[in-house]
């Protein structure tokens, strides 16, 4: 009799193995990454265009809206 393979039996196990792999979790970090460098350089150059007044309002209201923010949640 053959030895069965826990892998090629129960694929539940085998989709576990793949989406733990050092190498996958690895690639979706450094994309992830990329993604958040990505937003804060176009937030960066979004913000490059506006005085420091504007950029002191913006921040301000969500400094000021935080706590009402807050209890609604």
Not at 18 to 45: A, P, Y
């Amino acid at each position: 009799m053959l030895p069965k393979n826990q892998f090629l039996s129960n694929p539940t196990i085998d989709a576990q193995k793949v989406l733990m792999d050092s190498s996958t979790l690895t690639v979706i970090g450094i994309l992830i990454g990329i993604l958040i460098f990505g937003i804060k350089t176009g937030l960066g150059c979004g913000f490059s265009n506006i005085t420091t007044r504007e950029i002191l309002t913006i921040g301000g209201s969500y400094f000021f809206s935080c706590p009402f923010i807050r209890k609604c949640c």
